[in-house]
């Protein structure tokens, strides 16, 4: 068997064992502190930090009660230090007893109910700690069909922490990261998309550029499958981060321009054929998105913009919103003001001609 498998089935085991004990104090912190409080760390010192992660640990895994696991996850998260070998043993010693508690979540006679708290709480440990180098732990559930743990799974894997560590270079662990994600986002939800989304703007790279851009088409699908009725702020996420992309590249490339003028094009057609049906607070939060984009998006790219589509809102009158969406992004008459200033075209259209104008929304599916 291999010795890294046998070891956390043997960590597992001790989890299962402790299982079945009628009672459990909380870990005393002590020792812990002193060590966390000393210069140079001694054999002693690296065990108590090694038996408080474990202890922790099983505390997390065992409790039922949120309230109660929620201050197990804070007690951990609050011991981390500075001292080098500190730092070291207490990500070693997280990484060693959480892979144990995932490997008993799924490989006990656990009720499904209890599996499900065990992972997640566990998962959520995981980002509190804010290691990058336990990042690997979340990997395998970048996929699971269970949405809350496939988005702490992501949040675990886009953090600050995870993307300034890449950023740093030479580490195999990020490779392994940025190709999980790639694979992952289609199977994700539109939550854990901004999420990508903002990891891949963060990163700035040419496969970070190309994580924000995957996540643009696949919102720019479901409109054009009809399927988009939720999440528009996921669209001013997308919007503000595409809109960063091209200020900062001077609109050099025409891609990310059409991505941004498409998805901002959908939005404000969405928001004009769905007006007399919506709700008071669905048209308000569609609103919200065009107009924040058009200000913190629009406006600074365009000099002298004169907040057109914002204008036409106020006055609820559809017909002057779609004509100022055509002169900002292109219709009939002309290709519109933001290729006029960084030019860029939708793409050929059935005929093979190039298309100055966006795609028209399709009626929302049945």
Not at 23 to 37: G, T
Not at 62 to 89: E, H, I, N, P, W
Not at 93 to 122: H, M, V, W
Not at 255 to 272: E, G, H, K, P
Request: hydrophobic share 40%.
């Amino acid at each position: 068997m291999n010795p890294r498998i046998a070891a956390l089935l043997s960590l597992a085991t001790l989890f299962v064992c402790t299982l079945s004990h009628p009672s459990y104090a909380q870990v005393d912190p002590r020792p812990i502190e002193a060590a966390r409080a000393k210069t140079v760390l001694e054999p002693g010192d690296l065990q108590a930090i090694d038996e408080f992660v474990a202890g922790a640990v099983r505390e997390i895994v065992r409790t039922r009660d949120f309230s109660q696991v929620g201050k197990a996850r804070a007690a951990l998260a609050s011991k981390r230090g500075m001292q080098a070998q500190y730092v070291q043993q207490f990500s070693d010693s997280c990484k060693k007893y959480i892979a144990a508690g995932f490997q008993q979540a799924t490989s006990t006679g656990l009720p499904e109910d209890r599996r499900f708290r065990a992972t997640l709480n566990l998962l959520i440990l995981v980002y509190e700690l804010q290691d990058p180098t336990l990042a690997e732990l979340a990997l395998p559930y970048l996929g699971s069909p269970n949405k809350a743990l496939q988005y702490e799974a992501v949040q675990i894997v886009t953090s600050t922490t995870v993307v300034e560590r890449i950023k740093q270079g030479n580490w195999p662990l990020g490779t392994q990261i940025l190709s999980q994600v790639q694979q992952a986002i289609r199977g994700g939800s539109p939550a854990t998309w901004g999420l990508i989304a903002e990891f891949g703007a963060k990163l700035g790279t040419v496969d970070g550029i190309s994580l924000l851009t995957e996540v643009a088409d696949l919102r720019i699908a479901q409109y054009t499958s009809g399927r988009v009725q939720d999440s528009p702020q996921l669209d001013t996420t997308i919007l503000k981060l595409l809109g960063t992309r091209i200020a900062a590249e001077n609109g050099k490339t025409p891609a990310v321009i059409r991505r941004f003028a498409q998805l901002y094009s959908y939005v404000i057609q969405y928001l004009a054929k769905a007006f007399p049906i919506l709700s008071d607070t669905q048209r308000q939060t569609w609103v919200s998105v065009v107009v924040e984009v058009e200000e913190k998006g629009i406006a600074p790219m365009l000099d002298g913009y004169p907040m057109s589509l914002r204008k036409a809102i106020e006055k609820a009158d559809t017909t002057a919103l779609m004509a100022e969406h055509d002169a900002l992004l292109g219709g009939p008459a002309s290709p519109g003001r933001l290729a006029a200033k960084w030019p860029f075209d939708y793409g050929a259209g059935p005929d093979g001609k190039v298309r100055t104008s966006p795609l028209e929304l399709p009626p929302a599916a049945k």
